[in-house]
C-alpha cells in the first residue's frame, strides 16, 4: 500500500508502522508537521478492519493536530498514533509498554496522550518505556478541580469562554438571559452548563441518558428536552458537546439559533457546511479551535514551569482567535470553518 499516493497523504513528514510479534502490538504512528515544535496527538486503540483503515485515520487525525495546535498558540506540531485492535479484549500491559517503546523509537519527535480506547494508566504503562508520554499525571488544574490527568474542565471552560466570545460578537450581549442548548451531558457538557449558569444564561438540556439530565434541572435548573428535539428549539445558541456531524442537511433547515459552539470534533458532516451556515446567518465556531482548552491543558501540565493563572490565561485565548476568525471571515465574506483552515496553514508554514 503506498502512502505517497494516498488520498489523505497531505506533506506529512513521518510515517512509521511497528509490530512487536509477542506483545501483539500493530501500530501506526504520523507526524504531519514539526515546524511550530514537537508534535502532539493522542494514540487510538480501535478495531479496525484492516491496516489501510487504520492508516486512514492516523494520517487525517494527525493532520487535524496541526492545525488544532497552530491555532491554540501552542509551540506544537501534529501527530497522532493508532492502535489496530479491539481495547476490551486485546489490550495489556505488555502491549501498552510495547508502544511505549515505539513512541520512544521516533527520540521525541512525537508525544502521545489518550484517545479513545487509551485510559491514562495505559499512558502509565508507556511511560515506564518512553519519557515522550502526555497526559500521565496533573501538576496544574482549572478552578478548584482535583489535578487527575483528564483534561474536561479545561476544555469546558475554553468552550465557555469561546461561546462567550461568539456570542458577544454575534448577537452583541453577555450571556445574560441567552438561551442556550447543549447536546450530551458528559464530562464537558455538563461542566460548560455550571459555567454558563454562572453568567445567567437559561439551559435547555439533552443527552441520550438520564443521569446528566437530571443534574443539569435540579442543580442549574436546566429544561430537558429530547435528543431529537434539541435542533429545532427557539435559542439563541447551540452547544454540541456529543457526537460528530450533528450539523448536518437534516439538522440545519431545523436551527433556529444564531450562534453554534460546542466541545464536539467533527461537528460538520462536510466542509461545505460551512457556507451553508453562513448563508443562514449563523456564526459557527469552528470546533478545533473552541475545544483546544484539553490540549492546552496537556501542553502546560508537561511544562517545566507553568501554574493554574498561566494555564488558564492560555485557554482564554481561544476567545481572542476566535474573534480573529470571525472578523476576518466577515471582510472576506467566507465561511468561519474555511478561514480558521487558512489562518492555521499561515501559521505552521510561516513559522515565526
Ligand atoms: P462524554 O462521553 O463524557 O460525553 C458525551 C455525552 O454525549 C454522553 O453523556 C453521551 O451520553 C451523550 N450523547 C451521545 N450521543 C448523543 C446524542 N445523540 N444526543 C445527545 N447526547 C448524546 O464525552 P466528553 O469528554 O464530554 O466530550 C464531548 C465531546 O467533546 C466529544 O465529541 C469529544 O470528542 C469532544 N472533545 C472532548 C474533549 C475532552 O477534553 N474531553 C476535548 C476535545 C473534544
Known amino acids: 500500500m503506498s502512502v505517497f499516493d494516498h ?3 497531505d506533506k506529512h513528514e513521518h510515517v512509521a508502522f511497528y509490530h512487536d510479534e509477542e506483545a501483539g502490538l500493530k501500530a501506526i504512528i504520523a507526524v504531519h508537521n514539526t515546524n511550530l515544535g514537537p508534535a502532539l496527538g493522542g494514540c487510538r486503540m480501535w478495531p479496525y478492519i484492516n491496516s489501510a483503515e487504520a492508516l486512514n485515520d492516523v494520517l487525517r487525525l494527525s493532520k487535524g493536530m496541526t492545525y488544532k495546535a497552530a491555532m491554540a498558540n501552542l509551540k506544537l506540531g501534529g ?29 521525541g519527535k512525537y508525544f502521545t496522550a489518550e484517545d479513545s480506547g487509551i485510559a491514562v494508566t ?120 456529543a457526537m460528530g456531524a450533528s450539523i448536518n442537511d437534516e439538522t440545519l433547515p431545523d436551527i433556529k439559533a444564531k450562534v453554534i459552539a460546542g466541545a464536539a470534533n467533527n461537528q460538520l458532516a462536510r466542509e461545505e457546511m460551512g457556507e451553508l451556515l453562513r448563508k443562514r446567518g449563523i456564526v459557527y465556531a469552528p470546533d478545533y479551535v473552541i475545544n483546544a482548552g484539553g490540549v492546552i491543558d496537556i501542553y502546560h501540565q508537561r511544562m517545566e514551569q507553568s501554574s ?11 476567545g481572542i482567535t476566535l474573534k480573529e476568525i470571525f472578523e476576518r471571515a466577515d471582510k472576506e465574506d467566507k465561511a468561519t470553518n474555511r478561514v480558521a483552515n487558512v489562518i492555521a496553514q499561515e501559521r505552521f508554514t510561516n513559522k515565526a
Open 79 to 107: 501527530g497522532k498514533s493508532v492502535i489496530i485492535g479491539d481495547p476490551r479484549k486485546m489490550k495489556t500491559p505488555a502491549m501498552m509498554r510495547a508502544m511505549g517503546r515505539f513512541v520512544d523509537s521516533l527520540g
Open 308 to 318: 493554574n493563572e498561566a494555564m488558564r490565561t492560555h485557554i482564554e485565548e481561544i
Open 7 to 9: 488520498p489523505e497523504f
Open 122 to 241: 495505559d499512558l502509565q504503562e508507556m511511560a515506564t518505556q518512553s519519557e515522550f508520554i502526555a497526559g500521565t499525571s496533573a501538576k496544574y488544574h482549572y478552578a478548584g478541580e482535583t489535578p487527575d490527568g483528564n483534561p474536561a474542565p479545561s476544555t469546558a471552560y475554553g468552550v465557555f469562554v469561546g461561546l462567550r466570545s461568539t456570542v458577544e460578537y454575534a448577537l452583541n450581549s453577555d450571556l445574560k438571559g441567552i438561551k442556550v442548548a447543549i447536546q450530551g451531558m458528559g464530562h464537558v457538557g455538563y461542566r460548560l452548563a455550571q459555567h454558563l449558569h454562572n453568567a445567567g444564561a437559561q439551559l435547555f438540556v439533552t443527552d441520550i441518558y438520564p443521569d446528566g439530565i437530571e443534574r443539569a434541572v435540579s442543580e442549574l435548573g436546566a429544561t430537558a428536552v429530547a435528543p431529537e428535539d434539541i435542533y429545532g428549539l427557539d435559542v439563541d445558541v447551540i452547544a454540541p458537546c
